[in-house]
């Protein structure tokens, strides 16, 4: 299956993933009604330290450890791609605790939220990819060890 | 075709049975349930107090799961006695199963301590499976005055969900601070005056030493009189089936990293069994969800005759109340660095170069960073930064992990 990788030799910094991300799961058709002056919660946030920038969201594991954690049943795997059934999550938040990553966090409702590679709203394919200006983000097939 | 048998239908039963169907599609599977319900989330039993979920949304699995894995259940089925040698298990309807391969996922029961007069307290729950929730949740009323004994994970879970009926709580227990499995009497003050911030009352160091009629008469000498007890002070693993059929046990069912037993095709799994605990060698019961399910899908693997071990178990919890989370992980020993904030405490403990510990409280942003380089025992000198003071991510782990991660498919 397609997933999203990242050159950090590519990374700009400058976080448009992250709101391309918010704006794509947010429903609204208008960008400055789903961002302007709130506070948002991308699925993918940009990492760094001095020297290197780069995005980090869902590895979409083989064989996550999120899953097999989740005390809710609300994370579960669809064609590899894992999801979060919101509306079973209780935000206990014990998939942020095995996550080796960092790839989830608690959005405004107080449930967790992630990224399902655009596979649950309108865009079909993943919005941090479309709108990463120098193609540091991409969305492709590579081998399964 | 071999024929699986699993008492128990929880958490590590559930992982068996998808352990079992990873190797083996067509064998047979069946699975004993003591309670007349499908596999469902234990731990959100507070949450379904406070209308935060409902029996249907608590389903562990979907509805279809047992059909969909071809695994016959018995509800309301017990067993009561396991004979190795004939390979045969004998329920309490006074049946018997055969087997080829079985595996122990029996759970554990509420511990209740002896105290004058309480089997004649009426209003009297324990809080461990759904049908106590429902029955509490019947039970309590806007008016009720409910007293708590146990202040650990259960009691407070079990206070919180309560809290969103009634506002007069009392939570009792026997050590000085709350939460005294995972956190120090400290970290425990600051969680306790959010508790307070949240009309729970406590009585701490403190039991009861009789009941008369509705009321507690604490050793103290405070009387609390009350309308609902909930006893909620420990549980003990059920062991019985492996204990009886001459089985080794220390505290709970032993198990080695494949979750054998010690009697020949006998595995058992989850809050029934203890096992070591990597970040400080001792042996424990773990009676976590997460490790629940990993125990059971390594038994279910080996029971189908894959290989797996599961080697690297921690004690670890994630656990809020009324907003407050934190994040414990691994042992409270060694080297201790600490960065308090106002709203904020995080604690590591480090020995030998090694991250063997931490708490967060507050602040939980990115935690399963920290619980990799636990679990993985991956030296601290290694990162390329390990700031107390900052939140980890990606950028904590050296450059090889990094790129791996980011640019490759992972496990």
Not at chain 1, 15 to 31: P, Q, R, V
Not at chain 1, 56 to 67: A, E, I, K, N, Y
Not at chain 2, 66 to 91: F, I, M, R, W
Not at chain 2, 99 to 104: G, Q
Request: contains cysteine; glycine residues 8%; hydrophobic residues 35%.
């Amino acid at each position: 299956m397609k997933r999203v990788f990242v050159k950090e030799e590519w990374c700009l910094g400058c976080h448009l993933c992250e709101y391309n991300c918010a704006y794509a799961n947010s429903g609204l058709s208008s960008m400055v009604k789903a961002l302007q002056g709130k506070p948002i919660f991308p699925r993918i946030h940009v990492n760094g330290n001095d020297s290197v920038t780069f995005a980090v969201s869902c590895r979409h594991c083989t064989d996550p450890l999120c899953v097999k954690s989740c005390i809710s049943g609300a994370l579960h795997r669809e064609n590899g791609v894992v999801c979060i059934d919101k509306n079973k999550c209780v935000g206990c938040l014990t998939c942020m605790l095995v996550c080796p990553y960092g790839a989830l966090v608690q959005d405004e409702t107080g449930t967790v939220t992630k990224c399902e590679l655009c596979t649950k709203n309108s865009c079909g394919t993943p919005a941090c990819v479309a709108g990463c200006p120098n193609n540091a983000i991409v969305f492709e097939e590579r081998c399964e060890e | 075709m071999s024929r699986y048998v699993i008492v128990g239908n929880g958490t590590a039963a559930i992982g068996c049975v998808e352990g079992i169907r990873f190797v083996d599609p067509l064998g047979k599977i069946t699975v004993l349930s003591k309670e007349n319900h499908p596999a469902y989330c234990r731990p959100l039993i507070s949450y379904f107090l406070e209308d935060k979920t409902d029996p249907k949304k608590m389903l562990y699995r979907a509805e279809t799961f047992y059909e969909d894995n071809g695994c016959e259940v018995l509800y309301n089925v017990s067993a009561t006695a396991l004979d190795p040698e004939t390979k045969t298990l004998t329920l309490d309807s006074g049946d018997t199963l055969s087997y080829d391969k079985i595996c122990v996922a029996t759970g554990s029961s509420p511990f209740v301590p002896p105290m004058e007069n309480l089997e004649n307290v009426k209003n009297r729950f324990s809080f461990l499976t759904l049908d106590d929730a429902k029955a509490l949740k019947k039970a309590v009323k806007p008016s009720s005055r409910v007293l708590i004994i146990g202040a650990g994970l259960i009691g407070l879970k079990c206070a919180e969900g309560l809290r969103a009926i009634t506002k007069n709580i009392t939570v009792c227990d026997l050590a000085d601070h709350v939460l005294s499995s995972i956190l120090d009497a400290k970290d425990a003050a600051f969680v306790q005056k959010h508790l307070e911030a949240n009309d729970l009352k406590f009585t701490l160091h403190n039991s009861v030493a009789k009941f008369k009629g509705n009321t507690a008469i604490m050793q103290n000498g405070d009387e609390i009189p009350f309308d609902i007890l909930v006893t909620a002070v420990g549980v003990r693993a059920n062991w019985g089936l492996v204990k009886d059929a001459g089985g080794a046990c220390g505290r709970a069912i032993t198990v080695n990293e494949k979750m054998e037993t010690s009697l020949e095709d006998v595995y058992a799994a989850g809050d029934c069994t203890e096992s070591t605990d990597i970040s400080d060698s001792l042996i424990k019961v773990m009676a976590l969800m997460p490790n629940a399910y990993m125990q059971g899908y390594t038994a279910g693997i080996n029971m189908a005759g894959g290989e797996k071990v599961f080697d690297n178990a921690i004690p670890m919890n994630s656990i809020g109340f009324f907003g407050l989370h934190m994040m414990t992980a691994g042992s409270r020993k060694g080297q201790m660095k600490t960065d308090i904030q106002k709203d904020s405490i995080k604690r590591f403990y480090k020995e030998d170069g090694k991250l063997i510990g931490f708490v967060l409280i507050g602040d939980v942003q990115n935690a399963g960073v920290y619980t990799n380089i636990l679990r993985n025992q991956i030296p601290i000198k290694s990162l390329s930064e390990f700031n107390i003071k900052k939140s980890p991510s990606m950028a904590t782990y050296d450059e090889e992990f990094r790129r791996k991660t980011l640019e490759s498919v992972v496990k």
